[in-house]
């Protein structure tokens, strides 16, 4: 039995390998299943009973990457606390407000964000999986920290559910992003600094966070490992 299960994990990580240079080569809509079972030394059906499509497979890259990000380890190794939540958005935020910086327009980053876009206005599998897969990593962080600033009075509860103030936290982010991908943006936002800080007090009171507590943390010097690689990349 366990011999099986060591050949089972065996395999799936040589798919995974060979799919992250299929993708790394020719894009998520230049790979298919079949190049990445050649790849693999497999057959595609043999790939299908790890992997049940391209988009369940990106999506588990995706999710092994975010989990080797040190930084992001860092930050989901930090006590629960109304700090760790504001860090957390700053995080966030600051994720996504990186992407339209970059100069190369078709860099990864913004493939994968027009990929979830993509994904939502069709059939919403690479989305669903990703989404599942940023929410069991990211998610109990981001309520532990939210209920203890609930506890301490640095927040007020909004809703039933935590979670639901996470999700609108992180659309909302993305959609910020989305506005700015284009060469030319869609809004004309003010600048940078400026944006990115408003948008972290938006969201930090939707969430409930009171004003003295967004005073105390908002300007905090972050950790070294969220900072932008001009002055890591994290989820």
């Not at 967004?214 to 890591?232: C, G, K, Q, S, V």
Request: with cysteine; net charge negative.
């Amino acid at each position: 039995m366990s011999t099986l299960r060591m050949t089972h994990d065996l395999r799936r990580e040589l798919i995974l390998s060979a799919a992250k240079r299929c993708f790394a080569r020719n894009g998520f809509a230049g790979t298919t299943t079949k190049s990445v079972a050649a790849a693999a030394s497999i057959s595609e059906g043999l790939l299908f009973k790890h992997f049940p499509t391209k988009s369940a497979l990106y999506a588990e890259i995706l999710a092994e990457e975010c989990e080797a990000d040190p930084g992001l380890n860092k930050l989901l190794g930090l006590p629960p606390s109304t700090e760790t939540l504001v860090i957390l958005i700053r995080g966030m935020v600051g994720h996504f407000l990186d992407i339209p910086r970059d100069p190369d327009p078709d860099h990864e980053e913004a493939q994968r964000l027009r990929l979830m876009v993509i994904s939502q206005l069709q059939d919403g599998e690479f989305a669903r999986l990703l989404f599942d897969k940023i929410g069991e990593l990211i998610g109990p962080t981001f309520t532990a920290s939210l209920e203890h600033a609930v506890r301490t009075g640095d927040a007020v509860r909004i809703g039933k559910e935590p979670m639901g103030l996470f999700w609108f936290a992180h659309h909302t982010a993305m959609m910020a992003a989305l506005s700015r991908l284009p060469s030319v943006p869609c809004l004309p936002y003010a600048s940078t600094a400026d944006n990115e800080r408003q948008l972290c007090e938006f969201i930090l009171r939707g969430i409930g966070l009171k004003d003295t507590a967004i005073a105390t943390y908002i300007d905090r010097e972050l950790p070294a490992y969220l900072m932008p690689a001009t002055t890591t990349e994290s989820a």
